[in-house]
């Protein structure tokens, strides 16, 4: 019994060391699990650590890229705002918030600045010619060599289109900005090679100084502006310092502008005729009307005044149809009277050419006067035609399946050659008189009026040379090659004398050894008899 007793207490030993031993692996097991996943979450949790920590990187990468893009776009836009885009050169606003800052220095040292406005000569005409991708590719390069050309601490800006400005800082005196203007001008006037192209311009140049000619920002702008505008004036490709007589001629601009809009200005403008002398035969071939106006307060105008106040008012278009208008009926007085062989030139400004319909004015007029077409000539300077070639090509073309004659106006002059000349229906060029005006004895004018002549001889078209004024003039045109002349040598500018009796008994020859031609008109002093008066 007592063996029996000491083996169940064995058993339940051994049950019970058993079930220990099973607790304890069971709880092992438990904390080995508990550890796998304490682990497992550790992991998790050390997973998701790095994935916010990289995503908060990632965010903040983000934020830096965004806040740079940002900063450079504020920093692009705020150079835009002061750079021109082309060129890279500062513009109008930045120009002037640091010459504003150098007149300040100045004034407290006492000391000048120099602004300079330069203005491109025939950029136009490359741009309409040669296309605005060249035209933008010379604006680079132009302002390349005039960065190249300013001192440390100097400035140049374009201000738009053809247009830059530059102040010259530091010691400023005469001599000082002429060699600087010189230099611009010698710099500038070398060729261009862009696109395979060998491309020739010029510069004029306008200069103020401060303090001496103003001490206010805008006063300088404008002073410098209108002397550019006078260095044109003079020939351009030269510079011209400003004085206060420019002022005057600012004013004389408005009061003409003024003027123009009167509701007198229908009394005040008439036509005169000039001769044009075939210089084969010595007779009168023809007339050139032109335009004049004699206002009862600022006198007469002059001529070449008076296209540009007309295109400044707006009213070319209309002081243009008039002047064609009545130089046909004109025209027609003259062959009633008996005088056939006579033909009427008249200007066509490029304002009205280009933006008026010159074919259907044209035949309307010759319509309504009934003149023959052959006996009008128009005369069209280059600018004019190169302006737009194609559109002034399809122009030409219909007046001169009108009959109407056509001619080049001024030629050489502009940014052009012979050989376009080929491809309009052209009959006549007339040769510029500014380098009539140096023949005989400048060398470079006698050969470009020889030339002239005899490549357009070999285009089969007539050579009128303008402006002659003298024998010695007349003798070397007439040697070069140029069929027709013009100017005060052989007749001054006269108003027409009306029908009936026009001219009965005048002989329309002229004495070319005297130079004195007999016209059937009156001096232009004298009064003007029934021109139909212009109206608006």
């Given at each position: 019994m007592f063996k029996q007793q000491s083996d169940s207490r064995g058993g339940e030993t051994a049950l019970t060391r058993y079930s220990f031993r099973l607790g304890h692996l069971v709880e092992l097991h438990s904390t080995q699990a508990a550890l796998v996943l304490a682990r497992e979450v550790a992991e998790r949790e050390t997973l998701e650590a790095r994935l916010a920590k990289l995503e908060i990187e990632t965010a903040h990468n983000a934020l830096r890229v965004e806040m740079e893009e940002h900063l450079q776009a504020q920093s692009r836009l705020a150079y835009l705002a002061t750079h021109d885009a082309l060129t890279g050169l500062p513009n109008r606003t930045l120009f002037s918030a640091r010459f504003g800052q150098e007149m300040e220095d100045a004034?407290?040292?006492?000391?000048?600045?120099?602004?300079?406005?330069?203005?491109?000569?025939?950029?136009?005409?490359?741009?309409?010619?040669?296309?605005?991708?060249?035209?933008?590719?010379?604006?680079?390069?132009?302002?390349?060599?005039?960065?190249?050309?300013?001192?440390?601490?100097?400035?140049?800006?374009?201000?738009?289109?053809?247009?830059?400005?530059?102040?010259?800082?530091?010691?400023?005196?005469?001599?000082?900005?002429?060699?600087?203007a010189g230099r611009i001008i010698e710099v500038l006037g070398k060729p261009f090679s862009i696109d395979k192209r060998q491309i020739f311009i010029g510069v004029s140049i306008g200069v103020t100084l401060f303090p001496d000619d103003a001490e206010e920002m805008e006063v300088l702008h404008r002073n410098a502006d209108l002397a550019m505008y006078g260095a044109k004036s003079d020939g351009r490709n030269c510079f011209k310092f400003f004085d206060n007589s420019m002022n005057n001629e600012v004013h004389r601009r408005a009061c003409l502008e003024q003027a123009m809009r009167e509701p007198t200005l229908s009394t005040q403008l008439r036509l005169a005729f000039q001769p044009q002398v075939n210089l084969n035969s010595g007779h009168v071939s023809g007339?050139?009307?032109?335009?004049?106006?004699?206002?009862?307060?600022?006198?007469?105008?002059?001529?070449?005044?008076?296209?540009?106040?007309?295109?400044?008012?707006?009213?070319?278009?209309?002081?243009?149809?008039?002047?064609?208008?009545?130089?046909?009926?004109?025209?027609?007085?003259?062959?009633?009277?008996?005088?056939?062989?006579?033909?009427?030139?008249?200007?066509?400004?490029?304002?009205?050419?280009?933006?008026?319909?010159?074919?259907?004015?044209?035949?309307?007029?010759?319509?309504?006067?009934?003149?023959?077409?052959?006996?009008?000539?128009?005369?069209?300077?280059?600018?004019?035609?190169?302006?737009?070639?194609?559109?002034?090509?399809?122009?030409?073309?219909?007046?001169?399946?009108?009959?109407?004659?056509?001619?080049?106006?001024?030629f050489g002059t502009g940014y052009s050659s012979l050989s376009y000349?080929?491809?309009?229906?052209?009959?006549?060029?007339?040769?510029?008189?500014?380098?009539?005006?140096?023949?005989?004895?400048?060398?470079?004018?006698?050969?470009?009026?020889?030339?002239?002549?005899?490549?357009?001889?070999?285009?089969?078209?007539?050579?009128?040379?303008?402006?002659?004024?003298?024998?010695?003039?007349?003798?070397?045109?007439?040697?070069?090659?140029?069929?027709?002349?013009?100017?005060?040598?052989?007749?001054?500018?006269?108003?027409?004398?009306?029908?009936?009796?026009?001219?009965?008994?005048?002989?329309?020859?002229?004495?070319?050894?005297?130079?004195?031609?007999?016209?059937?008109?009156?001096?232009?002093?004298?009064?003007?008899?029934?021109?139909?008066?212009?109206?608006?």
């Open positions: 004034r407290r040292q006492d000391r000048k600045l120099a602004l300079f406005y330069l203005d491109l000569d025939n950029f136009k005409d490359v741009n309409d010619t040669l296309g605005h991708a060249v035209g933008d590719a010379l604006l680079q390069n132009v302002s390349a060599r005039l960065q190249h050309t300013i001192r440390d601490g100097e400035t140049v800006a374009r201000l738009g289109g053809d247009e830059f400005a530059l102040m010259q800082v530091g010691t400023v005196s005469a001599p000082q900005v002429s060699a600087l007339v050139e009307a032109l335009i004049r106006w004699t206002h009862p307060t600022l006198g007469v105008i002059a001529p070449d005044e008076i296209i540009p106040v007309a295109e400044r008012s707006g009213l070319i278009i209309d002081i243009g149809a008039w002047v064609l208008r009545e130089s046909c009926r004109q025209a027609m007085r003259w062959r009633e009277a008996g005088h056939e062989h006579l033909t009427i030139a008249v200007n066509v400004a490029a304002a009205q050419f280009q933006n008026g319909d010159m074919p259907r004015l044209v035949a309307d007029v010759l319509a309504e006067t009934g003149l023959p077409a052959s006996w009008l000539e128009l005369e069209i300077t280059e600018t004019g035609i190169m302006h737009d070639m194609r559109g002034a090509a399809e122009t030409l073309v219909a007046l001169h399946q009108q009959g109407v004659h056509l001619a080049i106006d001024d000349l080929r491809q309009l229906p052209v009959q006549r060029i007339k040769i510029d008189r500014s380098f009539v005006n140096s023949v005989p004895g400048d060398a470079d004018a006698e050969a470009m009026v020889t030339m002239i002549a005899k490549l357009a001889q070999a285009l089969r078209l007539e050579v009128v040379a303008e402006g002659i004024e003298s024998r010695p003039q007349a003798d070397f045109v007439r040697g070069a090659g140029c069929t027709f002349a013009q100017g005060y040598y052989y007749g001054r500018p006269a108003y027409a004398l009306p029908p009936p009796g026009f001219m009965t008994g005048v002989s329309l020859g002229i004495d070319l050894e005297q130079g004195i031609a007999t016209q059937g008109c009156v001096p232009e002093d004298a009064q003007q008899l029934e021109l139909v008066p212009w109206t608006r």
